[in-house]
Nanobody
Framework: QVQLVESGGGLVQPGGSLRLSCAAS????????MGWYRQAPGKQRELVAT???????NYADSAKGRFTISRDNAKNTVYLQMNSLKPEDTAVYYC?????????????WGQGTQVTVSS
């Protein structure tokens, strides 16, 4: 089992910044990659950014140039720095961990944190 706890969401004006944090605990040695996804009302959950254990990153086109994913291995924490926020970034943001044990892959999710971009 892996537990994920997100923090850092809130209300911000367009053009502002927020940093989301996701702290992992439990069988963290089984984690192969972590990432952030988001889900806006009436829409499907979508990828925002991911980072592997080796540090390779992947971003959705909507996040490129504005968002940065990073990790602090000593704290077992992944961050999402979001700059130049737009109203369309409003969503619940979920932390994800991809765990592999005995060649089987599992997905774990945090509880989500609300990000609202509005003036």
């Amino acid at each position: 089992q892996v537990q994920l706890v997100e923090s850092g969401g809130g209300l911000v004006q367009p053009g502002g910044s927020l940093r989301l944090s996701c702290a992992a605990s439990g069988r963290i040695f089984s984690i192969r990659a972590m990432g952030w996804y988001r889900q806006a009302p009436g829409k499907q959950r979508e990828l925002v950014a991911t980072i592997t254990n080796g540090g390779s990153t992947n971003y959705a086109d909507s996040a490129k140039g504005r968002f940065t994913i990073s990790r602090d291995n000593a704290k077992n924490t992944v961050y999402l720095q979001m700059n130049s926020l737009k109203p369309e970034d409003t969503a619940v943001y979920y932390c994800n961990a991809v765990v592999m044990e005995f060649a089987i892959t599992y997905d774990y999710w945090g509880q989500g944190t609300q990000v609202t971009v509005s003036s």
